[in-house]
Nanobody
Framework: EVQLQASGGGLVQAGGSLRLSCAASGFTFDDYAIGWLRQAPGKEREGVSCISSSDGMTYYGDSVKGRFTISSDNAKNTVYLEMNSLKPEDTAVYYC???????????????WGQGTQVTVSS
């Protein structure tokens, strides 16, 4: 079965850092792009970042560019999201998802993980 397990969320103060992990299984990892998307209460799901597992190309949403870094460890079928200089507006449930190509739109993704909560206090 296809599984995407997001982990690493938690509570941090503004200006702090967190590293999220997405462990994938049940599909050919190198054939997919892995994205991070987030959803805050009352808001639509927002694309955060994406990495093409085959060639390592990366993409970032405007709101996180320069603060977040996505990377992958293909040997472990795992994608990471290093989040620095966190702001209260980063508070959301963060989901990892798999698609044929990187996209900032949720409907483009085929498989989804359960998500991990990130809370940034001020």
């Amino acid at each position: 079965e296809v599984q995407l397990q997001a982990s690493g969320g938690g509570l941090v103060q503004a200006g702090g850092s967190l590293r999220l992990s997405c462990a994938a299984s049940g599909f050919t990892f190198d054939d997919y792009a892995i994205g991070w998307l987030r959803q805050a209460p009352g808001k639509e799901r927002e694309g955060v970042s994406c990495i093409s597992s085959s060639d390592g190309m990366t993409y970032y949403g405007d709101s996180v560019k320069g603060r977040f870094t996505i990377s992958s460890d293909n040997a472990k079928n795992t994608v990471y999201l290093e989040m620095n200089s966190l702001k209260p507006e980063d508070t959301a449930v963060y989901y990892c998802a798999a698609a044929s190509h990187c996209s900032g739109y949720g409907p483009d993704y085929d498989y989804w993980g359960q998500g991990t909560q990130v809370t940034v206090s001020s």
